[in-house]
Structures are given as structure tokens and as C-alpha cells.
């Protein structure tokens, strides 16, 4: 199969990734517009303020500056914090999954490499029966032992 083909395997996970990610990215940024779009009419707060409470009420920082003081903006706020949350928490994860997968691959793509490297060297220069320090050891000294001083 072709690399560019785009049906390749490893083309179409690329692709499913960046996807992914991309929707996680859409669904933070449409729950943060919409948290502030609600404050900024139910509450009557400015849209910086109505933002800021939003980004702190998701990301549990919580300071405690803005406190809804309508009906309305208290339920709402609960049901934002338990929608808003799950989203927020699942993107973090996800996105922190991505990091880890991504490190994963590097390190097998590195581990391949080497030995790729060492089953291909004509003198074997990383052999494992031989400790890595080898060359560093200390070599032995003739010593002298002088019958007088003893």
C-alpha cells in the first residue's frame, strides 16, 4: 500500500487524531462562549467579568470575586459547572493522552533506530556481554612492596 494512500492505516489515525482533538478544542471553546454569553445576560455582568467567572468556575480555581445572585444564574451555574466540567475534564485528559501517546511513539521510533543501528555494525561496538564502562575501567598498577617499611 502506498504511503500517501488515504486509506493507509497510519494516515487515517492521523487524521482521526486531529479530529479528535479538534472537536475537544470546538467543545471548550463553545462551552467557555456560551458560559459567558449566559452570565453576561442573567447576571448583567460585563463580558470580561462574565469570561473571567466562567474560566475560574471551570477550572475549579474558584476565587470567589463574582457570585451569582439570581435564581437563575445560581441553577444555572450548577448545571454549567456539571456539563462544563466533564467537557473540561475529558479535554485535559484527552489532550494529556495525546502527550503520552505521541512520547510513546517517539521512544519506540528511537529504540527501533538503535537497534537497527547495532544489528547492522561490523564490530559490534555495543555489545551487551560487555559492560558500557569498559574502556573507563581502571587498569592495574605494578606495585612494589618494599620488605623494609613493612
Same mark, same amino acid.
Given at each position: 500500500m502506498? &504511503? *500517501?494512500d488515504p486509506f493507509h492505516r497510519p494516515y487515517l489515525l492521523l487524521v482521526m487524531r486531529g479530529f479528535k $482533538? !479538534?472537536?475537544l478544542l470546538a467543545m471548550v471553546l463553545l462551552i467557555i462562549a456560551s458560559g459567558t454569553v449566559f452570565f453576561h445576560h442573567?447576571?448583567?455582568w460585563s463580558w470580561l467579568d462574565s469570561y473571567f467567572f466562567t474560566v475560574v468556575t471551570l477550572s475549579t480555581v474558584g476565587y470567589g470575586s463574582f457570585v451569582p445572585v439570581? $435564581? $437563575?444564574g445560581k441553577i444555572g451555574t450548577t448545571i454549567f459547572i456539571f456539563i462544563g466540567l466533564g467537557i473540561f475534564a475529558v $479535554?485535559? &485528559?484527552q489532550f494529556g493522552s495525546f502527550a503520552v501517546r505521541k512520547r510513546e511513539e517517539h521512544t519506540e521510533w528511537l529504540i527501533a533506530r !538503535?537497534?537497527?543501528?547495532h544489528d547492522h555494525r561490523e564490530d559490534h561496538a555495543?555489545?551487551?556481554d560487555r559492560p558500557a564502562n569498559e574502556d573507563d575501567a581502571p587498569q592495574p598498577q605494578n606495585v612494589t612492596v618494599d620488605d623494609? *617499611?613493612?
Open positions: 502506498p &504511503q *500517501n $482533538a !479538534l472537536t442573567i447576571e448583567g439570581t $435564581a $437563575a $479535554a485535559i &485528559q !538503535l537497534r537497527h543501528g555495543f555489545d551487551e623494609k *617499611n613493612s
